[in-house]
Each structure stands twice: as C-alpha cells, then as structure tokens.
Nanobody, 129 residues
Framework: HLVESGGGLVQAGDSLRLSCAASGMPHTLYVMGWFRQAPGKEREFVAAISANGARTYYEESVKGRFTISREPSQNTVYLQMRGLTPEDTARYYC????????????????????????WGQGTQVTVSS
C-alpha cells in the first residue's frame, strides 16, 4: 500500500518534495518509480530508484531538476522537484516495479506502467506561470 503526499499549488521556479509512504511492504526490496499524468495525457515515467538506492534514472525533461531518493528507516521514497514549470503540472504517482534492475546492467530500469504495481492514489502538483 503506497500513499503519496506533498503536492500543491506553486509558482514557476518553486520547489516541492513529494513523499511516497509504504505500508505493508518493505519498499527497500523493490525498484520504486514515480510517474505523472497531466489532464488529457497518458501517464508517463518520471524517475526510478534501485532497491538499494544506489542507482537512479530520470526522464529527460526532469533530469537535473528532480531527485529521487529513499529513506529506509521511514519506508518512504521521495521526489524532490526544483525549478518547476507549468509543464510539470500533473498528478504524481508512485509505484513499485515488478521486476528488478540489476546492479551491473547498462539497461535502464522498468519505465512502463505495466511494469509497475501497487499504485498509490497520487498527489496533485499544479505550477502556475
């Protein structure tokens, strides 16, 4: 069970930190991902973090602005978002991957919706210009 929080209404250039709290499952066993869905658009991959937190991967448009991290003691995954733009307006979801991401593989992590499960209800991020 995953619960997202931290969304809100902000201005362009502002920052937000989203949280994804896991209950009933130790999320440190899994690759965790953040996705977002804007009105009228399909849900898209944003970022993923490996089970041990050592590797991260970002969608190109958020690279350098967003940071995914995890805090095992809190069983929580975070998405720190900086330099927000109106194009980042969407509902943000976290989920756990059904497959792993090898520590030594050059391949990217799972990035398709169908590769993830245990979706949370999402948290809305709205960025005004």
């Amino acid at each position: 069970h995953l619960v997202e929080s931290g969304g809100g209404l902000v201005q362009a250039g502002d920052s937000l930190r989203l949280s994804c709290a896991a209950s009933g499952m130790p999320h440190t066993l899994y690759v965790m991902g953040w996705f977002r869905q804007a009105p009228g658009k399909e849900r898209e991959f944003v970022a993923a973090i490996s089970a041990n937190g050592a590797r991260t991967y970002y969608e190109e448009s958020v690279k350098g602005r967003f940071t995914i991290s995890r805090e095992p003691s809190q069983n929580t995954v975070y998405l720190q978002m900086r330099g927000l733009t109106p194009e980042d307006t969407a509902r943000y979801y976290c989920a756990r991957a059904m497959n792993g991401w090898g520590a030594w593989t050059p391949e990217p992590p799972p990035r398709l919706q169908r590769e993830y499960t245990n979706w949370g209800q999402g948290t809305q991020v709205t960025v005004s210009s």
